[in-house]
């Protein structure tokens, strides 16, 4: 558990690093790196500006300067796309060629989170960290409706977690709401709360984001289907969730990071999906019986 504890938290910082720099902030992405003429200018998509000059940024929000040494500098202001400003819900389809799934939380909702946000749904309050992880408070919350039962029966085994040039995380989420992790110092077993538990990821919550038009697509592909960036290339890890028929999705860093144009977004139900499996570790690694690894 130390090492997915560990790993876990070097993907946090790498998240908190790629804000930064990618379209989650809406500021200069890797692949919008300046060039300098010479001391005096920069190059910033296609256009010369000399040192000391101000400008916009691609995204139309931010602002960029031309600085010494041809190195251009832009601010990482949040800036939604027309019709989004401030409201949880909004719109995750792609914009500025990046997918808002990509910067901030997936609500079960559809709706999105930007980092740093809050919404109340009258039952539960939620919270957008860094690095993509919502966090939950349980509020008073009525009775649920007995007329529509929750679908709380995992249609498959899952086998999921990051994977990279150091090794990969063994995590086996079972049909009956048992998840087993296992490292290279021993093994746990944690089984998963209720299903309609508030404010807590459940055998429900899995079979809904398993659901997903997004998921369902993916897992029918003809071949493996990779979304985002690979990261392993790098030193970095990706994500892979395989299903018991060997049917697989691998989902790697946000496109947002670069300016390949062939590079798949991460679908808003995919997201999830990894959103929703990365609560249930860190639900397990908070039990006693899985804390000492």
Known sequence: MKGTVHRLALILAACAAALALSCG???LGRGDAASGTDASSCVYAGTTYVAGEDFTAKDGCNTCSCGAGGQVACTTMICWSPGEAGAPGRDASP???CAAADEGCVLHSGGILAVGESYADGC???SCMVGGSLTCTADACPAPDASAPLECSLPTTLVFGYYGLEGRDSNTLDMSGTLTITLAVGSCSWTLPPCGTPCAVTTGTIATDLADPDVQSGFAASSTPFYGVDSTSVDGVDYSIERADGRTIQVGGSCCLVSDMS?????TGVRR???DLN???SAAAA???CRGL
């Open 25 to 27: 902030s809406k500021g």
């Open 95 to 97: 914009f500025n060629g």
């Open 124 to 126: 539960s309050t939620y």
């Open 263 to 267: 590079c798949r977004p991460v679908p």
């Open 273 to 275: 999906l990894v959103q």
């Open 279 to 281: 609560s249930l570790v």
């Open 287 to 289: 039990d006693p019986a």
